[in-house]
Antibody, heavy 121, light 110 residues
């Protein structure tokens, strides 16, 4: 069973960028899709985007297009989420999760432990 | 503002039945499967119900899901203290071309 281990908490200044990593242990991402979901303090979950490795395609929520990039380093079994032009509203816990083969009939499992990104001057 | 609408809170005493609603539209719940995730305090979400009403192995049969038209619901019967958590519904939205979630419902066991 693949497990996902995310990078540690980050504190960033407004206007800067952050790159969060999600490493697969006990397996690889090669045949799986991966999603990134964030959760602002006291709020619900928000899908940010996904990468479907069997097709080599990425898809982003409209509000994040142009500001977020999901990339993969196959040799390191790691998926990255990079977000630029950070603002205080981006303060949240960021989760990665396996999305099976990437179909709309497939759920997110397992999840990483989450990475807190705090944006503050 | 979440695309799917859930009540912010629900509660019950041990042994009671609690139901959580999730309301959407034709472009999301009306034409796609609904998934439910349980998030225990301080932890990452975990799938509880998939494809409207299916339980992954290990999930007690006290949890059940249903869907009708553009709404879905999660029922917890025989409520237990360990069921205190946030519950999130999710589905694919054809118009948005991505996943949408409800705002989450916090279940409290009185």
């Amino acid at each position: 069973q693949v497990q996902l281990v995310q990078s540690g908490a980050e504190v960033q200044k407004p206007g800067s960028s952050v790159k969060v990593s999600c490493k697969a242990s006990g397996g690889t991402f090669s045949s799986y899709a991966v999603v990134w979901v964030r959760q602002a303090p006291g709020q619900g979950l928000e899908w940010m985007g996904s990468v479907v490795h069997r097709y080599g395609t990425s898809n982003y929520a409209r509000k994040f297009q142009g500001r977020v990039t999901i990339s993969t380093d196959e040799s390191a079994s790691t998926v990255y989420l990079e977000m630029s032009s950070l603002r205080s509203e981006d303060t949240a816990v960021y989760y990665c999760a396996i999305w099976g083969m990437g179909g709309r009939d497939t759920w997110f499992d397992p999840w990483g432990q989450g990475t807190l990104v705090a944006v503050s001057s | 503002q979440s695309v799917l609408t859930q009540p912010p809170s629900a509660s019950g005493t041990p042994g009671q039945r609690v139901t959580i609603s999730c309301s959407g539209s034709n472009s999301n719940i009306g034409s796609n499967y609904v998934f439910w995730y349980q998030q225990l305090p301080g932890t990452a979400p975990k799938v509880l119900i998939y494809r409207n009403n299916q339980r992954p192995s290990g999930v007690p049969d006290r949890f059940s899901g249903s869907k009708s038209g553009t709404s879905a619901s999660l029922a917890i019967s025989g409520l237990r203290s360990e069921d205190e958590a946030d519950y999130h519904c999710a589905t694919w939205d054809d118009s948005l071309g991505g996943w949408v979630f409800g705002g989450g419902t916090k279940v409290t066991v009185l």
